[in-house]
């Protein structure tokens, strides 16, 4: 009977501790002027939006475009953000990834660079601005009975091959409009995790 008793004092003041924290938390962000937490996830890029990189990319000249050019228009890894660079094994194992695919097989750009070996090199470009933001009532987030958080934003992916510093083989993918919503729910609330603070009183 008495540890029965410990136990139901453990959990009821878990509640109240939680209880008393979320109120705190809902005061405090009540008097600052926001109430659920947003948050920002940014590579720093010279492009302003999706079609911006968009558009960046589309000039780019198979056979013309030199290295110093790429740079001019954002594509330089050392003088933009989040640009890998690959060396000839690296590109060879993204394009023939299983014996299935043959060199032949792939496109001619791709051949040509490979060809080179060490004077071939690829750039892999991935841009991607993320804003998350909780939405909906702020008594059933704060207590975590049910979150929901939207994002938003827009995604540039880009593969570019040179040969001796010239491009000659380019591809892009993306999401120009992020938008999406997650939801989990818990019905008991700030009571979902309560089984831990009793397996602590064992």
Aim: glycine content about 8%; overall charge positive; aromatic content about 8%.
């Amino acid at each position: 009977m008495g540890l029965f008793t410990l136990v139901l004092r453990r959990v009821s003041s878990h509640r109240v501790l939680v209880t008393g924290l979320a109120l705190g938390v809902l005061l405090v962000a009540g008097c600052s002027g926001g109430v659920l937490p947003s948050s920002r996830n940014v590579v720093d890029s010279r492009w302003g939006g999706f079609d911006d990189a968009k558009r960046a990319f589309d000039a780019i000249q198979l056979g013309q475009t030199t290295e110093e050019e790429l740079i001019k228009l954002g594509f330089g890894p050392h003088n933009a953000s989040n640009i890998r660079i690959l060396n000839y094994l690296e590109l060879i194992t993204r394009f023939m990834p299983n014996p299935a695919i043959r060199f032949e097989d792939l496109d001619p750009g791709v051949r040509e660079c490979l060809a080179v070996k060490t004077n071939c090199e690829g750039y892999w470009v991935n841009i991607l601005q993320l804003d998350k933001k909780r939405e909906g009532n702020a008594m059933a987030d704060l207590f975590n009975f049910r979150r929901r958080t939207r994002s938003s934003g827009w995604e540039f992916d880009a593969l570019l091959m040179l040969k001796h510093d010239v491009v000659v083989y380019k591809i892009w993918s993306g999401t120009p409009n992020i938008n999406k919503l997650d939801t989990s729910k818990n019905p008991l609330g700030p009571l979902q995790k309560a089984p831990s603070a009793i397996m602590k009183v064992f």
